[in-house]
């Protein structure tokens, strides 16, 4: 086994034990630190896949910013421990067969399909990383304009968060 | 070297977990966290295939996808705040003016 796949598998397993506690924990407070860990884990693959720029943005923007505005709403709420509650007979015998056969059926078509097969044999990291100095010349050249396009986005956010969480006088 | 399909099946396994989380969770910050591993789990999708592929626009969408992300997380915040302040409550169940 070498290196690289060895370093694929414990940010994997990290990854999915990240999401299940995610899923398991009661405290909002600990699922929003499993999802630090999933987007930590997810860093390092990017890594492995030689995307150091997206690698750095995942750990300052996701990892960092994000996840910071989450817990510091956590706190500021003092959420709890959910309650859980039985879910409804409908969802348990007709939802999660349905589940099962959607998955069956993707399944089912990827492996007999030819984008699968392309998908199965294709093998990353088998050229030098893709630079950060291309992917800059991507961004400010043939996506100039969603790059603006989303700094006005980001505007509006602000301005939107602001105006919702302002206390009415 | 790690196969492509390794990284997709990671990622179809975290965005499952993602789908359950969002579907099984009660708290409304908890969805929202829920949301944000399903945009995890496709990023990653991106990456593998860009590297697969040699195409730099996956990595550019996955650049998006987090810019959007963040501007997501933000007003979804907010509304969360203004839905425990008139509420005081952060269950979705009990979040049901509009159900029927």
Same mark, same amino acid.
């Given at each position: ?22 899923? @398991? ?65 409908? *969802? @348990? ?21 030819? *984008?699968?097969?392309?998908?199965? #044999?294709?093998?990353?990291?088998? #050229? ?12 400010? #050249? ?6 603006? *396009? #989303? ?9 939107? *968060? ?8 | ?100």
């Amino acid at each position: 086994m070498t290196i690289p796949l060895l370093l694929f598998f414990i940010c994997a397993i990290l990854a999915v034990v990240g999401a299940v506690s995610l899923i @398991l924990a009661r405290e909002p407070i600990h699922s929003a630190l499993s999802l630090i860990l999933v987007m930590i884990a997810l860093a390092v693959l990017y890594l492995l896949l030689g995307a150091e720029f997206i690698a750095a943005v995942q750990i300052i923007v996701y990892a960092g910013a994000v996840m910071v505005l989450f817990v510091f709403v956590i706190m500021l709420l003092n959420a709890g421990a959910e309650e859980r509650t039985n879910w409804s007979r409908i *969802a @348990l015998w007709v939802g999660v067969p349905l589940g099962f056969f959607l998955l069956l059926e993707c399944a089912h078509w990827l492996y007999g399909s030819p *984008a699968g097969a392309a998908i199965g #044999t294709g093998s990353a990291a088998a #050229t030098p990383g893709i630079s950060t100095a291309a992917l800059s010349e991507q961004l400010f #050249t043939n996506y100039l304009f969603p790059f603006e *396009a #989303t700094s006005i986005l980001i505007l509006i956010a602000i301005l939107g *968060a602001m105006v919702l969480a302002r206390r009415d006088e | 070297m790690v196969p492509v399909s390794y990284y997709l099946v990671l990622s179809a396994v975290l965005f499952g977990l993602g789908v359950v989380a969002f579907i099984f969770k009660r708290n409304v910050i908890t969805i929202f966290m829920s949301i944000e591993l399903m945009l995890n789990a496709v990023n990653l999708a991106f990456v593998a295939f860009a590297r697969a592929w040699h195409q730099l626009d996956g990595l550019v969408f996955v650049f998006f996808v987090i810019v959007v992300a963040a501007a997501e997380a933000a007003v979804g915040l907010a509304i969360v705040i203004t839905i425990a302040h008139n509420r005081r409550t952060l269950n979705v169940e009990e979040v049901n003016l509009l159900k029927f």
